[in-house]
Each structure stands twice: as structure tokens, then as C-alpha cells.
């Protein structure tokens, strides 16, 4: 990367300015990926998924004992 050259030190002041910002911008981002993350992680949402499975498969025995049933 070629350094820039700056003719004064207002443009230094703005690119510092800029990189601060990009870093503010970059920790909040850490910081909403990190609870997304940890929500994610929670035995609640890990069994909300899993409690969808269990319903379809659930369901599906049930109807396959009633369609049994009135097919005898």
C-alpha cells in the first residue's frame, strides 16, 4: 500500500476522523454479531427448533394411528 502524502493537517484531522468512525462502526458490529450469537446459543431458541421436528413428527404418527383406525 503506497503511503498517502498530505499537504495539510486539516486532511490528517479528516482521515483520523474517518478511521475513528470505521472503528466505532466496526465494534458495534462485533457487538451485534457477539448477542446475536449468544441468543442464538440460548436452550430456548436451541429447543425451539428441535420442538418444531418433534411436532411433525408428532403429528404425522397421530394422523397415521386415526387414518389406521377408520380404515379397519
Do not use: A, C, W
Not at 10 to 38: A, P, S, W
Not at 56 to 63: A, D, H, K, Q, V
Amino acid at each position: 500500500m503506497i503511503p498517502k502524502k498530505y499537504k495539510s493537517f486539516d486532511e490528517i484531522d479528516q482521515d483520523l476522523k474517518i478511521l475513528k468512525l470505521e472503528r466505532q462502526i466496526d465494534l458495534e458490529n462485533l457487538k451485534m454479531n457477539f448477542n446475536q450469537t449468544k441468543q442464538s446459543l440460548y436452550p430456548s431458541s436451541l429447543l425451539g427448533g428441535f420442538g418444531g421436528i418433534v411436532k411433525t413428527f408428532l403429528i404425522s404418527i397421530f394422523t397415521k394411528k386415526v387414518l389406521h383406525k377408520f380404515k379397519n
